[in-house]
């Protein structure tokens, strides 16, 4: 038996060479691993070949979906692939007026397949009592850009500047800004909704060429 080598890190690309007598031997390492002579063990990653697509009905109920790690939300019917082999947690957005069957449910999704899962939202009645749904307005400046845009985090079009999003359920919403040619683009952020409770926040772009400064200068652009 020959004699063993220590444990060391070996890094992609490199080699190890043993002496038998005279005879010199070289195994090339594809990965980082500890080598012995004669013997290599590698680390391979797991597949990423599973994908899922949750249904959620009925359409009206705009319901969402997500994994505990994101922070956006995904829409009704929305395909997530490139997973590994396991069982996943899913998660559903509460929406005003509507309750979901599950708020949370495992998924097993399998390499090679997309699985396929649905979830039901029934709607709900306001008992008029405190605790009701607040809203939302984001203002945006300067006034003159009518194509400046925002939206909660998982939507796909654009909201209006300056427009207000009503029956809100209380929560904390995520929310980004359209990119505008000329302006900088605010930061996302995250915007606390309050039961009976108006919430108006406030966002102002930059300019980024004398052009556009010029034009943000104009009167009502504020």
Known sequence: MGALFPKIPILPGMGIRSASGKAMTWWSIPSVSTARAGSI?????????????????????????????????????????????????????????WLAVETNFVVTILNGASSHVTNVYYPTINDGGTGGNGSLTVNIGPNVLTNSGWRFLG???????????????????????????????????????YPDLPTIIKATRVATTMAAAKRARMPGAC
């Open 155 to 193: 939507e796909t079009g654009w909201r209006n500047p300056n427009s207000t999003a009503t029956n809100l359920f209380p929560d904390v919403y995520l929310i980004e800004f359209e990119p505008v040619t000329n302006y900088s683009r605010p930061s996302s952020r995250a915007v606390q909704v």
């Open 41 to 97: 063990s590698t680390a391979t990653p797991p597949p990423m070949t599973a994908g899922l697509r949750v249904m959620l009905d009925p359409p009206e109920s705009s319901g969402q979906w997500r994994f505990p790690w994101e922070l956006g939300w995904h829409n009704s019917d929305v395909v997530v692939s490139n997973l590994a082999q396991s069982d996943y947690t899913v998660e559903f957005r509460s929406v005003p007026g």
